[in-house]
Structure formats: structure tokens, C-alpha cells
């Protein structure tokens, strides 16, 4: 918003902490595996802002199980679960979001608009007890390049952020040796990465031209081990 951006959340639950610029926010609670939950969110910032420029898909769940875990095999409801909101929320959220783009009028370079999706570097380097959340990283990873060669016939780019460990509330809810662990694994800056740096990938992202098709990887150079 500090860029002049008007902005929907669209969530489950409202923001924690009210918006200090309230004439450009607008929440609309949202499940991204929702397709009229979805559509009614768009329409919604439509009405009150304008033309749909760009999305941030960033909706996600965390779980971890081992397959041959010591209580019994692993559960396919909650491997359904994470691909359900993770992958199939996202490419629900951009098949909808790049339809709407795709009906603004061309600015500079032709361009519509930006779709930003959240990879992850476990979409790469997942740990033991990961599969179904790196399963479904992997897949949003791989919905890039087909997504921004496609739509670049439309003047939409795509590009995915793959964030390393960040200080969100989904990691604050990880037990204290997991996040210890982490944490030892990232070279420099020797910390959680925070919301903010990631927010600043994002409008950075919105800005190059030149930015799409790729995962781009912020993450402190940290390459997670097994566990």
C-alpha cells in the first residue's frame, strides 16, 4: 500500500491488527478451495477498486507425519488436506484472479497484470515427515513456467516466491527444537526471515518487467537437511 496499491485480503479470518490505510484494504473472508468463495472476493474488489492487476496467492497449511510412522501409515485425509489448500487453492485462486487480469486493458509492454504464487524451499530440499507439504510446493514450483507461458499471450506474468523459514504465524505454532533446528541451518542472516522481507520481494516482483516464469528463492541460503 505504501506503493499506492489497493488491496483485498482474502482469508479466512481478518487481519489481527487493523489497517492503517483503511480506504485501501478490503477483507473478504475466503477458502481459496472455494471456487464461488473465490469469485465473490474478486467481485468484491472489482466493485470498490477497480480492474484486477495482480494476485498474491499465499494461502497454506503445514503438516508433518511420517508415512511409516511408529503409531501406523501414514493418513491420506491429511495429505488431501495439504493439497487441497495448498496447491489446489492456489491454482484455484490464479485460474480466477488470471481471468479477471485478463480483462483490464494492457499498460506499458502490454502488460495486465502479475500472479505471485508461495513455493517453498521444502518444494526442493524436504525433511522427513514433509511429503505432503513438499508435494504440494513442488507442484505450485512446477505450475510456474506452463502458467507464465501461457499467460504471456495475455500480458500476465507468473512467478513463484520460495521462502526459506519464515517468522509467520503458521511457523510460530512449530514446537521450539523444530524451529531451533531450523534456524541453525540458515548461513546469514543467522534468523527467521520476517513477513516484511517477503512483502518486499513481492512488490519488487510486481515492478520487473523482466520477472517471470522463474521460483525465486528467499531463504538465507538455508538447504534444509533430512530432519
Do not use: W
Request: proline residues 6%; charged residues 20%; contains cysteine.
Amino acid at each position: 500500500m505504501q506503493h499506492g496499491a489497493r488491496v483485498v485480503i482474502a482469508d479466512l479470518v481478518p487481519p489481527r491488527e487493523p489497517s492503517k490505510q483503511p480506504d485501501r484494504t478490503l477483507f473478504v473472508a475466503t477458502d481459496v478451495t472455494s471456487e464461488d468463495a473465490v469469485r465473490a472476493a474478486i467481485a468484491a474488489g472489482e466493485n470498490q477498486f477497480g480492474p484486477l492487476r495482480g494476485a498474491v496467492a499465499c494461502a497454506g497449511v503445514l503438516h508433518a507425519e511420517r508415512v511409516l510412522g511408529r503409531s501406523g501409515v501414514a493418513s491420506l485425509e491429511a495429505f488431501r488436506r495439504v493439497i487441497d489448500v495448498n496447491l489446489n487453492g492456489t491454482f484455484n485462486t490464479v485460474r480466477l484472479a488470471s481471468e479477471a487480469i485478463a480483462r483490464a486493458e494492457p499498460l506499458g509492454d502490454g502488460l495486465r497484470g502479475v500472479i505471485v504464487m508461495t513455493s517453498s524451499v521444502s518444494a526442493f530440499e524436504g525433511q522427513v515427515g514433509q511429503a505432503a507439504y513438499s508435494a504440494s510446493k513442488g507442484g505450485v514450483s512446477a505450475l510456474t513456467l506452463p502458467l507464465a507461458r501461457e499467460f504471456g499471450a495475455h500480458g500476465i506474468r507468473v512467478v513463484s516466491i520460495a521462502p526459506g523459514v519464515f517468522d509467520t504465524p503458521m511457523m510460530q505454532t512449530a514446537p521450539d527444537k523444530v524451529r531451533q533446528s531450523l534456524v541453525e541451518q540458515i548461513p546469514f542472516p543467522h534468523r527467521f526471515g520476517e513477513p516484511a522481507e517477503f512483502a518486499s520481494l513481492v512488490c519488487h516482483t510486481f515492478e520487473n518487467n523482466m520477472l517471470n516464469g522463474c521460483v525465486l528463492r528467499l531463504d538465507g541460503a538455508i538447504r534444509m537437511g533430512a530432519k
